[in-house]
């Protein structure tokens, strides 16, 4: 994928100076060995310059990670550590930053060798709310080498999705379609989260459009297309136009991005879309998704965003679904209640009408847009990409921007059941744990609109820690809570 950051992370080790220094020299060696074992070396530098206990100290290290390419840090605690100068490198330094901290290594090394950074790491925190500096702090910041390793690389993930949205420029072609309120989209979030939009009418996108007629680079595109669909490419008469329609968007996105890095597309589908340019632009769409390019649907600004964040964070395609429809009862008594531990009420269908990338469908089909060929021509409606989607485990999540500005967010974590869905469309059986009761007090009660984002794993970890980042109010970061858990709004007398 060639629309994602590329992360290294800064690993500065500070040091209280009423402390011995080796303390923090040697387990912060201690601790590059653990991850270098682990991980290998790509993704992480060692500030060897000094061990920051002063000011100085502190304006030194950001100079020497600012000339190793770093774009994300993390401050290790190797004793105490200055909550002064390790607090200002979170605050001076461009980017993502981390707090860790040493556990003590051994019962035989508790006099000169005690490094108190299990005490550190509170003042630090304290130190960080005092200046207003964001931080990752792992769920249990202390740790050995070997367990500090695997925070650092966990904080990869979260890195990389911080960095992309502070490089991000969406781009979206038109307005909402008629009655699709629902995907409402107040900018004014945009620019706090520090993402850039640019919207442009789809009487723009036609015009470019249609400069692209006779493109050279059509009949290669053709073949890629070919070679992808394989015998699932059952509407072969409309690849010119797709092919036309995605090297418009491609070349869109080169001369438009500007001075920004990334780029995510809200773009139009309907209701003049099929009969102007004639054909729909699904697969286009879930082409470049696979790309690392997040298309969505709908001019769905804030689900391309969410795309995008799923994206950074797996480092794969994502796709975006309607919360769609229930399982037939006669289907979830068949196929699901004996196989699977859920309940009817856990699952669902998530559809959309052709634009998830062929890598995530167990099978496809390139054909005509069943919904819109009711009441348009056939022909104007191919180009939807139709298949089951893999089963597997998933991540259903949006970041969304309330319409008084505010931002929200959901996470549930589920999968897709290996169900035939003899259904039509990019679908899947969906099953999570609790879901009725996240549909009611999470979906319902929140006024999330249809559309969620999915990835394809189980994401929730990384991305409830970039949404706490990026300033989600805790109270609304929402996610499906067990039984044992009751939402404000639920009847306790249900």
């Known amino acids: 994928m060639n629309n994602l950051p590329q992360v290294k992370v800064g690993i500065v080790a500070v040091s209280r100076d009423c402390f011995p220094e080796s303390l923090s020299v040697d387990r912060r060696k201690a601790l590059i060995k653990a991850y ?6 790509e993704g992480v530098y060692e500030c060897p310059v000094c061990i920051v206990e002063s000011e100085i100290h502190m304006v030194q290290a950001l100079e020497d990670i600012k000339k190793a390419g770093c774009n994300a840090l ?17 605050k001076h330094f461009d980017g993502p930053a981390m707090f860790i901290a040493a556990a003590e290594e051994t019962q035989g090394n508790l006099v000169g060798g005690r490094g108190d950074a ?6 630090a925190s304290y130190n960080l709310k005092l200046r207003n500096i964001k931080a990752y702090i792992p769920e249990y910041p202390v740790g050995t080498a070997e367990e500090c390793a695997d925070m650092i690389h966990e904080f990869l993930p979260i890195a990389r999705a911080i960095i992309g949205l502070s490089d991000l420029k969406i781009i979206s072609f038109g307005p909402r ?8 989209a107040p900018i004014k979030q945009l620019y706090n989260l520090g993402v850039e939009i640019e919207e442009n009418s789809e009487l723009d996108l036609f015009e470019s459009f ?4 006779g493109d050279e680079r059509i009949p290669a595109k053709i073949k890629e297309m070919e070679e992808e669909l394989g015998e699932g490419n059952l509407k072969p008469e409309v690849l010119p136009k797709l092919a036309q329609y995605e090297l418009t968007l491609l070349d869109w996105v080169e001369a438009h991005k500007g001075y920004r890095k990334y780029v995510a597309i809200a773009g139009k589908c309907w209701p003049a879309f099929q009969t102007q340019f004639g054909f729909v632009p699904c697969y ?12 969505s649907c709908e001019v769905d600004i804030y689900g391309c965003l969410s795309e995008f964040i799923g994206t950074c964070v797996s480092q794969d395609a994502v796709t975006l679904l309607d919360i769609n429809n229930t399982v ?10 004996e196989q699977f531990n859920y309940t009817h009420n856990d699952t669902f269908m998530g559809f959309h009408c052709g634009n998830t990338n062929t890598k995530k469908l167990s099978f496809c089909n390139m054909k005509y847009q069943m919904i ?25 999540y949006r970041l969304q921007s309330t319409a008084d500005c505010k931002l929200r967010a959901y996470i549930a974590q589920g999968e897709v059941l290996p169900v035939a869905t003899k259904s039509f469309g990019s679908i899947g059986v969906f099953a999570i744990p609790e879901m009725q009761r996240f549909y009611r007090h999470v979906l319902i009660e929140k006024n999330y609109p249809h559309h969620g984002a999915v990835a394809f794993g189980h994401f929730g970890k990384a991305l409830y820690e970039v949404f706490k980042y990026i300033g989600v109010p805790v109270e609304d970061l929402n996610y499906n809570q067990p039984k044992s858990l009751p939402y404000p709004t639920e009847n306790p007398f249900a």
């Open 36 to 41: 270098t074992e682990k991980f290998g070396t």
């Open 74 to 90: 993390c401050v290790y605690l190797g004793n105490f550590g200055p909550e002064i100068s390790e607090t200002l490198l979170a």
């Open 118 to 123: 299990y005490c550190g790491m509170l003042n």
């Open 177 to 184: 379609p008629l009655n699709f309120l629902a995907c409402n």
């Open 210 to 213: 249609k400069k692209h007629e």
């Open 284 to 295: 286009v769409n879930s082409r470049l998704t696979g790309m690392g390019i997040p298309v």
């Open 328 to 337: 037939p009862a006669d289907m979830y008594q068949e196929s699901i209640k």
């Open 372 to 396: 819109m060929a009711r009441t348009l021509p056939e022909e104007v409606t191919q180009g939807t990409l139709e298949g089951d989607i893999i089963p597997g485990d998933i991540t259903f």
